[in-house]
Structures are given as structure tokens and as C-alpha cells.
């Protein structure tokens, strides 16, 4: 791979405040601290890969007239969306959504 190729990717402050809460949830209120670290483990996987790799993911459907292209990633039963900025190539990840709530509309 050519390193002049790679994206910086960020997450915005949204965002990881959205990670913060799922993974509190999932330690606290399920009682499953293991399950909440090996989630943040793949999170960080999928991530680094849109560093080289940042189309790997389908784009989904615009709603409500959102004026950004989200695309999106799933890890296990969680939706994480990102965009990518090519003149800046960048990758910005902006949210992440248990899979199963109306994630669509609150973006």
C-alpha cells in the first residue's frame, strides 16, 4: 500500500460521547465489562482499516435531506457512520447507533 495514500481519521466529540455511553450501558447495565472492552477491541479494528481503506463500506440512503453521504459500518449489533473528506482526506466518524433504534432519523 502507498502511505501517501492514507486518510486521518477522527471522530467527532458527538461521537465519541455516543461510544462512552454504549459502552457504559453495556459494562453497567448489563453487567458485562468483557463484552463492553472486546466492542471498543473491534471498534478500533474497523477503524484503523478506513485509514487505507475508507470505501469499504456501502453508503447509505439520504434521509430528511441530510447534505453529507454517510457510509456505513456495522459491528455487531452497532452502527457506526462516517463520511469521507477527499480534499482533505480525512475520514469523519460521526456517530455510533445500537442497529436495531431508528438510527436514520437521528442523524
Do not use: W
Not at 456501502?58 to 469521507?84: F, Q, S, W
Amino acid at each position: 500500500m502507498d502511505i501517501n495514500h492514507q486518510y486521518k481519521v477522527e471522530f467527532t466529540e458527538e461521537c465519541r460521547n455516543e461510544i462512552k455511553k454504549i459502552y457504559s450501558y453495556i459494562k453497567d447495565n448489563l453487567c458485562n465489562e468483557i463484552a463492553a472492552q472486546k466492542l471498543m477491541n473491534k471498534l478500533e479494528e474497523y477503524v484503523s482499516d478506513l485509514s487505507y481503506s475508507p470505501r469499504i463500506y456501502a453508503e447509505i440512503d439520504k434521509y430528511k435531506g441530510t447534505k453529507k453521504v454517510y457510509r456505513r459500518m456495522v459491528i455487531n449489533k452497532y452502527v457506526v457512520l462516517y463520511n469521507i473528506d477527499e480534499e482533505n482526506k480525512k475520514v469523519n466518524i460521526a456517530h455510533m447507533f445500537y442497529g436495531g433504534s431508528d438510527y436514520i432519523n437521528k442523524i
